[in-house]
């Protein structure tokens, strides 16, 4: 793939917002455990995050592949987007990510070195072990901007 062309930043703040919505969201997770939840999210125009779609199924490459049909039932673009992950980030998520066209890829744990070498590659940023109030940059670290 030719690397993504993106003009997209995010705070750190706004990226652990977003993450927060992902777990406060997972429903299926807080009864029954053992699975996983992706989101779609963007940095709107006045600075807010939003939640666009949120998944989940027991596969972490599932709810990549839901997410990806829900955008495209509900018409909703993947295009400069933000993707958040409960779990690990795979070379396939990545790949996935790249399809999806989504510059920045968050999540709670690890990438592999697979992943993060696609990434480099493609331009994506990876943002993982995301907390509220820490996070590592894996990958083109210029995307994660302080917002003062």
Known sequence: HEPLRSDLRAAPEKLAALMRHLHLGADLYQTARGVHTAVLAEIGAMGEEQVLLQVEDIGRHNCLDKLQGAALLAGIPTKGRILLSSGR????????ARRLETPIVCSRTSPTGLSV?????WNITIVAYLRQDRMRVYTHPERVISSQ
Do not use: T
């Open 89 to 96: 980030i795979s070379s396939e998520m990545i790949n996935k």
């Open 117 to 121: 070498a696609l990434a480099e590659a």
